[in-house]
């Protein structure tokens, strides 16, 4: 029992000094910024009427709302689930290592090419990000096209309001799956770097935190999920995912399903026909249709995984069906 009171505290505290560590999204210094950059924005182009939207937005009625405390309750319990199973992950120390020997024992050449330090550590923290971009598109797109990874992800989708928090609001199976995918797309760019340029790579960081990403949350990344439909414009949108872009992605009207999935850049969507502009007067509904829309907690949990399971069983029968009659008219 003190064993468990241990983990369990242990657990509350870093899920709350994560409030104060600029390595994490949610931290008070990002969130912050976050207001300053929306009221300067609005007030930059709307003069006074402008502080209203960032107003009702820190209001009480967003922010302790039904949807906004399953966000608290969800990042918390999260928290607790993969401090169990951390340990037990894929990481991308294991990938690298894995790539960077297989360059020593010859498995894979790697080509020796001599470069400067800075120029080095300026590609390697380019081509990390840009993988680790691209590969939080692919999952999301994925997420969308498969009926079977929708069953999980339309959990983040079933917020009706949206603070920095909803960013948590994920099924574990979604946060397995973008667990594996950070593995995956940052190990193999460390294990590709550290074969060619031995001895050269590291990222260029502010307090730790990999430089784009730095910017990307002190700049607004956090209203994304927020009622403040901020539109960078056209230009803009067609190479970074503004905060209206992210919300228009999050609208309960079929008419915006399945456009903006990128995270930072817009690039990628612009690559798979999924772009859309945003607008800073557009009016959007947040949420999904169906059960999961009106789910309380624990329904957040398991619904996913009854839908799962139905589409597995419908997709089987049908399996078993197309199989057994290609074998009885072959016969
Ligand atoms: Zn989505
Ligand atoms: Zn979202």
Same mark, same amino acid.
């Given at each position: 029992m003190a064993l468990f009171f241990d983990w369990f505290t242990q657990n509350l505290n870093e899920a709350f000094s994560e409030l104060l560590?600029? %390595? %994490? =999204? &949610?931290?008070i210094l990002y969130l912050l910024s976050a207001v300053v950059f929306a009221i300067t924005w609005y007030v930059g182009k709307y003069g006074r009427q402008g502080l209203k939207p960032s107003v009702q937005w820190l209001s009480p009625s967003v922010w302790w709302h039904a949807s906004s405390r399953q966000d608290y309750a969800l990042w918390l319990i999260n928290k607790f689930f993969f401090s169990l199973l951390a340990p037990k992950l894929l990481s991308q120390a294991a990938i690298a290592t894995w790539i960077y020997y297989q360059g020593l024992s010859g498995v894979i050449s790697f080509p020796s090419i001599v470069l400067a330090t800075h120029w080095v550590i300026a590609l390697f923290t380019l081509s990390f990000f840009l993988l680790d971009d691209f590969s939080r598109f692919l999952i999301h797109w994925l997420m969308h096209r498969s009926p079977l990874l929708w069953a999980f992800h339309q959990v983040h989708h079933s917020a009706t309001t949206m603070t920095p @928090? $909803? &960013? @948590? =609001? $994920?099924?574990p199976i979604e946060g397995l799956l973008f667990s594996l995918r950070s593995a995956i797309s940052q190990g193999i760019v460390i294990g590709l770097f550290a074969a060619t340029f031995p001895q050269q790579i590291s990222l260029f960081t502010v307090y730790g935190v990999l430089v784009s990403t730095y910017f990307f949350n002190l700049l607004g990344a956090n209203l994304r999920h927020s009622t403040l439909p901020i539109s960078y414009g056209k230009s803009i949108e067609s190479v970074f995912i503004s905060p209206a872009q992210h919300q228009l992605h999050h609208s309960l009207n079929p008419i915006h399903f399945d456009c903006n999935f990128g995270v930072t850049l817009a690039v990628w969507d612009r690559l798979f026909g999924t772009l859309r502009y945003g607008d800073d007067h557009q009016e959007i509904q947040f949420g999904v249709a169906g059960k999961i829309r009106n789910a309380k907690l624990v329904g957040l949990y398991c619904l996913p995984f009854q839908i799962a399971w139905r589409i597995f069983i419908r997709k089987l029968k049908t399996t078993l069906n197309s199989l057994y009659n290609t074998l009885t008219t072959s016969k």
């Open positions: 560590n600029p %390595k %994490k =999204r &949610v931290s @928090f $909803t &960013v @948590f =609001r $994920t099924h």
